[in-house]
């Protein structure tokens, strides 16, 4: 079974990339949360279903991980499109991931829910896309699979990213048309869910 489940051999560089981009979006995640305190998350409501979503999305991540063979160091791995390609993926998921937080600020959590003080965050990313961070995962993704040397395995990988996101997406929904009724149903009319003019 574990010959099934093998990557094609990776280089050095493609993972220093991966792994670069990982801290990056780690330190962003601390920097938002320690910015959150008590009093401002009082009130609202929270939707506890979006913690089996976030369990879904991260079997997405594992389905696209597993032993990795590295063939090549750093130098020569500049030069591989895989290294390109995962540069490509990774940057764009940070700038999506990063200007979300920002954008944010202290409506941002990770398990779904709305504040007393909640605002409609509609600008920056939000103005692309409803779910600019779960597109930014999605890049991300996709990213760690080629770095990893697993991107054959990317279709089982997405198929449980999409469910754990769908199962997020209603219910972060849910809350944000119980708190802002017709202005996010506005919002959402205009602005498509997950991909820019399509889904």
């Given at each position: ?81 895989r290294t390109w390609l ?90 944000l048309r119980a708190r ?20």
């Amino acid at each position: 079974m574990m010959q099934l489940w093998r990557g094609v051999p990776t280089n050095a560089a493609a993972l220093a990339v991966l792994f670069v981009g990982l801290a990056i979006g780690l330190i962003g995640i601390i920097r938002v949360s320690r910015g959150q305190d008590a009093e401002q998350q009082k009130g609202g409501e929270k939707a506890g279903s979006s913690k089996l979503g976030i369990l879904v999305q991260a079997l997405g991540f594992a389905l696209a991980s597993g032993p990795v063979a590295v063939t090549t160091g750093f130098s020569e791995g500049l030069a591989a499109p895989r290294t390109w390609l995962v540069l490509l993926l990774i940057g764009a998921s940070l700038w999506l991931v990063l200007s979300a937080f920002r954008v944010m600020g202290e409506e941002w959590a990770l398990v779904a829910r709305t504040r007393e003080a909640h605002r409609l965050v509609t600008n920056g990313p939000f103005a692309l896309v409803r779910n600019p961070i779960y597109l930014g995962l999605l890049l991300y993704l996709g990213g760690m699979a080629v770095a990893l040397g697993y991107e054959r395995h990317l279709p089982f990988a997405l198929v449980a990213f999409a469910v754990g996101t769908a199962i997020r997406v209603q219910a972060e929904e849910r809350l944000l048309r119980a708190r802002f009724g017709g202005a996010y149903d506005a919002y959402a009319a205009r602005v498509k869910r997950i991909i820019p003019g399509l889904i």
